[in-house]
């Protein structure tokens, strides 16, 4: 479902952030957020082009900066995958970094 509603048929989430291909900076996803100067702004940006789209004030995608926020906000609605989940184009995808680390 979450597939269909990011990705939709015309592929709304995806195109936005296609249109944004070239930036450098961050300039204007982390100041829209409110930030005041360039901060790490993926999340950011993610969030921007959710906005974009209305699923901020839809309730599809949350306004987060960090992925923690991102990744407890779908937690919290029971719309998280683990594992062994293979994703699918326009699903948003959160990486766990201390997984990484030996």
């Known amino acids: 479902m979450w597939n ?6 015309s592929g709304e989430i995806v195109a936005v952030a296609l249109s944004q291909v070239g930036n450098v900076g ?9 930030f ?13 082009c959710a906005n974009e789209c209305g699923y901020i004030d839809a ?6 900066a960090g992925c923690t926020g991102g990744s407890n906000w779908f937690k ?6 683990d594992g062994g989940y293979e994703p699918h184009p326009g699903d948003l995808i959160f990486f766990d970094w201390a997984c990484f680390v030996p």
Request: aromatic share 24%; with cysteine.
């Open 4 to 9: 269909t509603l990011l990705y939709g048929s």
């Open 26 to 34: 961050g300039q204007p996803y982390w100041n829209w957020y409110g």
């Open 36 to 48: 005041n100067s360039r901060v790490e702004w993926c999340a950011c940006f993610v969030s921007w």
């Open 59 to 64: 309730g599809v995608i949350p306004k987060f």
């Open 76 to 81: 919290d609605r029971g719309q998280w995958q």
